[in-house]
């Protein structure tokens, strides 16, 4: 039988909901192919690296204070809407998006699931 992490990693990863799993470190640990498709970036090269560099360049350092203290207090609600959020591709695009925040636990380990999907500009 699969740990609890890799059985959410599994399920997570199958859907067609942009999906990007992040640790209590702020490093992605699933980004599955719809997130890709919205990113720009395949999910392997972000395993294992900060998800800010999917914020833009300007805001990078305000949104680690934004996810530490979410980890802090965490529970299923929007990303800001009023922050108006974008992610950053690697080629500088910005994308409008809007992100679901819900905090899962697996074992000792607490996570974020964001569920990004694009939206109008």
Do not use: C
Request: no cysteine; proline share 7%; glycine share 10%.
């Amino acid at each position: 039988m699969q740990s609890g992490l890799a059985y959410e990693l599994e399920v997570l990863d199958d859907t067609d909901e942009a999906i990007v799993v992040v640790n209590v470190e702020g490093t992605v640990v699933l980004m599955n192919l719809a997130a890709e498709k919205i990113f720009g970036v395949s999910g392997d090269d972000m395993v294992g690296e900060y998800h800010e560099q999917l914020v833009p360049e300007g805001m990078q350092w305000g949104h680690q204070a934004y996810r530490r203290g979410y980890f802090a207090e965490p529970s299923p609600r929007w990303m800001d809407p009023g922050l108006d959020p974008h992610a950053q591709r690697p080629d500088g695009t910005l994308v409008p998006i809007a992100v679901w925040l819900e905090p899962r636990r697996v074992g000792d380990a607490l996570f974020v699931v964001a569920h990004v999907s694009e939206r109008a500009a």
